[in-house]
């Protein structure tokens, strides 16, 4: 269909059509006689009329060829695909067009579409070779006068077509013209902005250095041309719609131009931001900078020199800045490492002092949602796990329940979460540094980032272990219960105010954490949304991962204090080693501190020592090592334990059921005995 | 003064001239285009593919090297990394964004750092080591991962006909 693409078919459509035409011609000449019949006999004839639009086809064809060599030369192989690709759309949406204007069918009307169709592809032809100029090392002189002339001869045919377009709809009204109008105003815009690119390109050729802003210009001009084009293809929608139907030939043309619209918006922000950033974030290189590193820019792969424009990135790397811009609108982050460079940098960036503190608060407001369905999910696996060491251990458990129903009202719904594990409680997170004054322990104490199970893990010790107190000491049991109860009681709120903020920032070395929330009562709705976007997903993130770390430590740690404990006992105490109940002021000390989950606090540590300091030495100093940091997963180590180790999982066990601290009693049965005995009599009392 | 990407393409022709690889040959198409290339590797040592050498197109974007190369082999290759028609499907060739097998992670995808050269080696290891993961040739990841011995049959007689010997 081309005239570049019909080298063979060419000639011999051109031979074809000119017998034809000599034949309609000669016939009707032959039969008229004269001229004037003649030529009415060839209109009203329709084979001539056929074989006459061949020719003026082939006519067509062929100025087509003669003006493509002489503006364009050769065609390059990926510049006649692209022709051919766009052709085909074009003569689609031409027939489309057709259908619309059916009333207005005409001789005129197929030559003026033709026109149409050839100054279109002419114009495509001309972006795409201003666009090959970038390419090519030579650039020859015929090339800028057949490029700087088929712009001129396209822009004059453009703007006569619109004139003539205008003046015809004004004078006659709104007919087909109205189309052609529209579309050459399309065209003139391609042409402008094929003309800026060229002069843009062919002032990069002629100047030393690379132009800085030719980008930018190009960027822009593209920016304002896609703008009248929409606008353009708009207001042409409105008309059509209003005059005739719905213009469907127009569709994906709009599409496109929308879509390449919004390319260029959004190419043009990214610039801008990487521009303004290039500009404060990161400081010029200096001379010993560059001599230091390798003085190549990666990007251009061209020597830097010092003031010449050369940029540091955080990371030490070191570019040329006008290459760093273009790498930046795509990608914000170093070429060489990777590092994302605008992480580091909105707090340094941002000079607005206020600004600062709600965007730290973010990640608390964003993550306990998270953190909950995090818990949550441990907390199911953790049921799961316990209900199998608690089958494991069914006496024991048994002897509990007991317990249990008998203990006075604080131990009682501590026994009651270990009644019901199941039920995964709604955790409060007392995060936002909300501080828990008047302790009344709730049911499932407000211990801010432990996981449900890590907080369900000392409810169920208080009964037992409480009167595992009571025995140490000459206290009666019920005091001794509702004592340590208390004392695990006081505990608690100041742990919790202490944890929660002591949490976020556990590790140092990490990336400021953030600190204690201030309110959010001076910012807007959007302000917050904005905030939230970013922070919210990185600190989530982040308690994520450091939670998972806690874990995994405290359940080693748990594992090591448990074998510690089970070998200091059998070296100690028995030679020959029964199944050895670890002292109940370890699970003592272990209960109190688990308020403060994975930092231990002063309050934690020296409740715990003092309960402890009534047991041996050696097994304080491995309950205290335990108390300061393991035991609030405890619990996930007998998960694991359950299924691995039966070493570990004993103590455990034993932890949870015996309340008895005297190393002399031996067997589970003798346990057994005395806590039903004990217990009896506490409830007596 | 020519374009920025037209600049780094020279100065890559160049120095890939003055101190060629080995086992790699790549230049410009013609001198007027510098944004196609031909590239001829070796393949590795070794491997099933010793000895043959395997001509292959590159075609640059106008903003290289802010934006990958494509590559194709030209001669009929049989790997599990390279689709049937030639394409080469390789991390490094991958902008950040796209991920058509969406295993890679962005640290191994195209940086302005990569080059013709770090992007054939690249492609000589891939030849030498196949990644049946992402497999863009499916025939080929699966007589790799299942009949090893078929498969470097098979590559063997391709190096063959690259070398237009006859086959065995």
């Known amino acids: 269909m081309m005239p570049t693409t019909i080298p063979m078919g060419g000639l011999g459509l051109t031979l074809l059509s000119t017998c034809l035409t000599a034949g309609v011609i000669a016939n009707a000449y032959y039969q008229k006689k004269q001229f004037y019949p003649s030529v009415v006999y060839i209109m009203k004839s329709n084979p001539s009329i056929v074989a006459l639009y061949l020719m003026a086809f082939t006519l067509a064809l062929l100025l087509g060829k003669l003006l493509k060599k002489i503006f364009f030369g050769t065609l390059r192989a990926a510049e006649s695909e692209h022709l051919i690709e766009r052709f085909f759309y074009a003569i689609t949406e031409t027939c489309l067009a057709f259908t619309v204007f059916r009333d207005d069918f005409s001789h005129k009307f197929v030559a003026l579409f033709t026109v149409l169709l050839f100054l279109k592809s002419f114009h495509w032809l001309a972006d795409y070779r201003v666009d090959y100029m970038e390419r090519s090392p030579i650039i020859t002189r015929l090339f800028h006068i057949r490029i700087a002339s088929l712009l001129a001869l396209l822009s004059t045919i453009d703007i006569l077509l619109v004139r003539h377009a205008y003046y015809s709809t004004m004078s006659m009204g709104a007919s087909v013209q109205l189309v052609f109008g529209f579309e050459y105003a399309i065209l003139l815009t391609v042409a402008y902005n094929i003309g800026v690119k060229y002069i843009c390109h062919g002032i990069d050729l002629h100047r030393e250095n690379p132009w800085e802003n030719k980008a930018m210009y190009l960027l822009y001009t593209e920016l304002f041309v896609g703008l009248i084009k929409v606008m353009l293809y708009v207001v042409f929608l409105i008309i059509m719609v209003r005059i005739h139907t719905f213009p469907l030939f127009i569709i994906r043309p709009m599409y496109l131009t929308m879509k390449s619209f919004k390319k260029a918006l959004q190419d043009t922000l990214q610039s801008r931001l990487a521009i303004h950033n290039m500009n404060t974030l990161y400081p010029d290189a200096t001379a010993e900078e560059l001599q230091q590193a390798d003085n190549v820019c990666i990007i251009c792969r061209e020597e830097m020199i010092v003031n010449s424009g050369v940029k540091k990135l955080p990371c030490n790397h070191l570019f040329h800045a006008l290459c760093l811009r273009s790498w930046f609108q795509r990608q914000q982050t170093c070429p060489t490492c990777r590092l994302d460079v605008l992480r580091p940098t909105p707090a340094p960036a941002r000079p607005a002092a206020p600004a600062a503190p709600p965007q730290q608060q973010m990640p608390a407001q964003g993550a306990p949602a998270n953190m909950v369905e995090f818990f949550q999910q441990v907390a199911e696996h953790q049921e799961r796990a316990r209900q199998r060491l608690a089958a494991a251990a069914a006496s024991s458990r048994n002897l509990q329940a007991t317990p249990a129903g008998a203990a006075d009202q604080q131990a009682n719904p501590a026994a009651r979460g270990e009644a019901l594990p199941p039920v995964p409680p709604p955790l409060p997170f007392p995060m936002m540094g909300a501080p828990f004054p008047g302790f009344l322990p709730p049911p499932f104490p407000p211990f801010p980032i432990v996981p449900p199970h890590l907080v369900q893990q000392p409810q169920q010790q208080p009964g037992p272990s409480s009167s595992g107190t009571s025995t140490s000491t000459p206290v009666t049991p019920a005091t001794a219960s509702t004592s340590t109860a208390s004392s695990s009681a006081s505990a608690v709120p100041g742990a919790a105010a202490a944890a929660s903020p002591a949490f976020l920032p556990p590790f140092p070395g990490m990336l400021p954490p953030p600190t204690a929330p201030a309110d959010f009562g001076p910012l807007t709705l959007e302000e917050l949304v904005a905030l939230e976007g970013r922070e919210r997903r990185h600190v989530e993130a982040r308690l994520k991962a450091l939670s998972n770390i806690n874990v995994l430590v405290h359940a080693a740690l748990v594992q090591m204090t448990q074998y510690q404990q089970l070998m200091t006992r059998l070296d100690l105490e028995y030679p020959l080693p029964p199944p050895p109940p670890p002292p109940a002021a370890t699970t003592t000390a272990t209960q109190v501190t688990t308020s403060a989950p994975s930092t231990a606090t002063s309050t934690a540590t020296t409740t715990s020592t003092a309960s402890t300091a009534t047991t041996t030495p050696t097994v304080t100093t491995a309950s205290t090592a335990g108390a300061t940091d393991a035991p609030s997963a405890s619990t996930s180590a007998a998960a694991d334990s359950s299924q691995t180790s039966s070493v570990s999982s004993t103590p455990i066990n034993s932890a949870v059921s015996s309340p008895s601290s005297d190393s002399d009693v031996g067997t589970p049965e003798e346990i057994r005995r005395r806590r039903l005995e004990r217990f009896a009599s506490g409830s007596g009392n | ?168």
Not at chain 2, 70 to 80: A, V
Not at chain 2, 138 to 153: I, P
């Open chain 2, 1 to 168: 003064m020519a374009g920025r990407a037209l600049k780094r393409l020279m100065a890559e022709y160049k120095q890939l001239t003055l101190n060629p690889p080995e086992g790699i040959i790549a230049g410009p198409t013609n001198e007027e285009n510098f944004f196609e290339w031909e590239a001829l590797i070796m393949g590795p040592e070794g491997t099933c593919f010793e000895c043959g050498v395997f001509p292959a197109k590159l075609v640059f974007p106008t903003d290289y090297p802010l934006s990958p190369p494509k590559m194709q082999f030209t001669c009929d290759i049989f790997h599990p990394n390279i689709y049937s028609d030639g394409r080469v499907c390789i991390s490094i060739l991958h902008s950040p964004g796209e991920d058509p097998m969406g295993y890679e992670s962005s640290a191994e995808r195209w940086s302005p750092v990569q080059s013709v050269e770090k992007i054939l080696l690249s492609v000589i290891s891939m030849l030498a080591e196949p990644n049946a993961e992402s497999s863009a040739n499916v025939d080929a990841a699966k007589l790799w991962r299942d009949n090893r011995a078929q498969f470097e049959r098979q590559a063997r007689r391709l190096v063959r006909s690259t070398l237009n010997l006859p086959p065995l």
